[in-house]
């Protein structure tokens, strides 16, 4: 499997495997004219790389409803972490790389983040259950008396 290094404004970082590549140009984090090499390759532009033309003609392609059910299945930022580095999520949307987004994927992102991150609070009637379990055992070992056992004889 090939690793990736890539090359924006003089800058080089990498290796990544090539699904991370892809996944940067949907997400808009590369561009297709962005540089990209492997460990024995040198730099071609990511727009004339054969590993990445599917990609590439996915965003050149002009299909926006592809191309937005490719980036809401690439993102992988929660709805809470994206709130709490940038503020508000207007202002995050004046500062965000990739360019505006359409309200109903802000709602579906959102939904889809309520429904799979779990809950960061407990119920109170969880820390009432374990409670009793803990005074029911502490009361059966308070009152445990081991039974001796005696002897019968028979005539």
């Given at each position: 499997?090939?690793?990736w290094?890539y090359?924006r ?5 990498g290796p990544?495997?090539q699904q ?21 390759s ?8 054969p ?17 937005a059910a ?23 949307r ?5 360019g ?6 802000r ?13 960061k ?11 009793c379990?803990i ?6 070992l ?13 005539k």
């Open positions: 499997m090939n690793r290094y090359r404004d003089m800058h080089v970082s990544f495997p991370a590549i892809e996944r940067y140009l949907i997400l808009g984090r590369l561009t297709i004219d962005d540089e990209v090499r492997t460990d024995d040198s730099w071609i532009r990511i727009g004339e790389c590993e990445f033309s599917s990609v590439c003609e996915l965003i050149l392609g002009g299909d926006a409803e592809k191309l490719a980036r809401r299945f690439a993102d992988e930022r929660s709805r809470f972490r994206r709130h709490d580095e940038k503020g508000a999520p207007e202002e995050h004046r500062v965000e790389r990739r505006q987004e359409p309200e109903e994927i709602e579906l992102r959102i939904h889809r983040a309520e429904i799979f991150e779990p809950p609070y407990r119920s109170w009637m969880v820390y009432i259950l374990i409670a379990l005074a029911l055992v502490l009361i059966a308070a009152y445990f008396q081991p039974v001796i056992p005696f002897k019968v004889r028979l």
